[in-house]
């Protein structure tokens, strides 16, 4: 399969745990985006990177957060000390910066906070 | 914020064309007209866009006004597996995508 792929794609974790995201795009991709998607609503941005670069990073994206992409490839994101309010489906998508318009999205990694 | 208003939900006969509409108003001159799916419990998935023209592929076809302010993506026979939420938003290079709530269209049998 050479889509983007997510992982874990479920987790649960109990309030004030950390948890870590990966996200392994397109292999020819160079730019990779994290969006978190609530029940009911479209997906909200939270960060992308180009290449190893992150180039803008949501007001959503509190200090507990945080995301990386060593090396251009695979990206993590982390969350510190989660909440209930954290529990989402967490989505990666990547593309081309040529064609950045057309985002090819991972089938997500889905936070359950207790 | 979303730039773009879409119906929160529409209904659709299976083998009949669903006409899915966007409201633009705000539309710059650079920013193209992007539509995705989401079907339950997946990641959104690229249908189609256009700048100007109007574009089809093997997906659907996308009708934007002369002035910009609106489009419609037609899906031209509709099947149960369409049922999903469909996504309008308007971009440019530079900025990144800004998803509003969609359209919940359910093709019905």
């Known amino acids: 399969d050479t889509g983007v792929s997510q992982d874990p794609r479920h987790k649960i974790t109990k309030r004030g745990q950390n948890v870590t995201f990966r996200c392994d795009p397109i292999?020819?991709?160079?730019?990779l985006y994290w969006y978190r998607q609530t029940l009911g609503q479209g997906p909200e941005f939270l960060t992308y990177?180009?290449?190893?670069?992150?180039?803008?990073k949501s007001r959503l994206l509190s200090d507990r957060f945080s995301a990386e992409r060593p090396k251009g490839s695979f990206s993590t994101l982390e969350i510190q000390r989660t909440e209930q309010g954290d529990s989402a489906m967490y989505l990666c998508a990547s593309s081309f910066i040529q064609g950045a318009g057309e985002l090819f999205f991972g089938e997500g990694s889905r936070l359950t906070v207790l | 914020d979303a730039k773009t208003t879409q119906p929160p939900s529409m209904d659709c006969a299976e083998g009949r064309a669903a006409n899915l509409p966007c409201n633009h108003s705000?539309?710059?001159?650079?920013?193209?007209v992007y539509w995705y799916r989401q079907i339950h419990s997946q990641g959104p998935q690229y249908i189609i866009h256009g700048l100007k023209n109007n574009e089809t592929n093997e997906m659907a076809s996308l009708i934007i006004t002369e002035d910009r302010k609106s489009s419609t993506l037609i899906l031209p026979h509709a099947t149960l597996r369409d049922t999903a939420v469909y996504y309008c938003?308007?971009?440019?290079?530079?900025?990144?995508?800004?998803f509003g709530p969609g359209t919940r269209l359910s093709v019905l049998p």
């Open positions: 990177f180009q290449n190893e670069a992150q180039l803008e």
């Open positions: 938003i308007v971009w440019d290079y530079g900025q990144n995508f800004v």
């Open positions: 705000t539309i710059s001159g650079n920013e193209y």
């Open positions: 292999s020819e991709h160079n730019r």
